[in-house]
């Protein structure tokens, strides 16, 4: 099992583009989880799916942040426009018991 | 908003001593795990401990848990550099299966 997989490991971007991140849950876990991490404010949840589905979106911190889970072995995390207060690393998790973390995306925003 | 805060923030001690960790937590939990994470990586589950148990043992982990505290505490013994690395606590609330961390407490072993 290659755990689970993020994509790209870090991405540098200018204010104002279109950022998405990738990620490929372990097959069979039924939840996945997008984290975001940062000196400041440590690890804080976006938003977590259940088979799919959105269960709760309330971590994402503004309209600006999307998620997608089209189907059980892919997600997408969208950040449109990026502003350079979105500079973190972006953890992606699965579940079924307990929690297995990819190994993140060093997002930068200049 | 966090739900596990750890103490202490930092922690340096020789390799061979013995590390505790803490951690508070302010609601009912159906779980609370430890995660460990080495810089610039993602985390790694180390151990989970159910609202029902008191204490596990994994390794030269042992876990305890006090849910009339609402606290845990992480020992590591006979610590060795390779234990260098940020803990994190965890709690799993059992409103959905979402883990709410705390800010970690910085472990590191001297050789």
């Known amino acids: 099992d290659a755990g689970v997989i993020q994509s790209p490991r870090h991405e540098v971007t200018e204010m104002g583009q279109e950022v998405t991140l990738r990620c490929k849950p372990i097959?069979?876990?039924?939840?996945l989880f997008w984290y975001r991490q940062t000196m400041m404010r440590g690890l804080e949840l976006l938003i977590y799916?259940?088979?799919?589905?959105?269960?709760?979106d309330s971590g994402m911190p503004e309209d600006r942040f999307s998620a997608k889970m089209p189907n059980a072995s892919f997600s997408t995390l969208k950040i449109q426009p990026s502003e350079p207060r979105d500079s973190a690393v972006y953890f992606c998790a699965s579940s079924l018991e307990g929690y297995t973390f990819g190994s993140g995306t060093r997002l930068t925003v200049v | 908003s966090q739900q596990g805060e750890e103490d202490p923030q930092a922690l340096s001690i020789q390799e061979g001593e013995n590390a505790t960790m803490n951690c508070s937590y302010k609601?009912?939990?159906?779980?609370l795990q430890w995660y460990r994470q080495n810089s610039g990586r993602g985390l790694v589950h180390l151990i989970l401990i159910r609202s029902n148990e008191r204490e596990k043992h994994s390794g030269r982990l042992r876990v305890t848990l006090d849910t009339s505290k609402k606290s845990s505490s992480l020992l590591i013994t006979a610590s060795r550099a390779a234990d260098t690395a940020s803990y994190f606590c965890a709690t799993d609330d059992n409103q959905g299966g979402k883990l709410i961390f705390g800010q970690g407490t910085e472990l590191s072993v001297k050789p």
């Open positions: 609601t009912s939990i159906n779980n």
């Open positions: 097959s069979g876990h039924d939840y």
């Open positions: 799916f259940n088979n799919n589905v959105p269960i709760d």
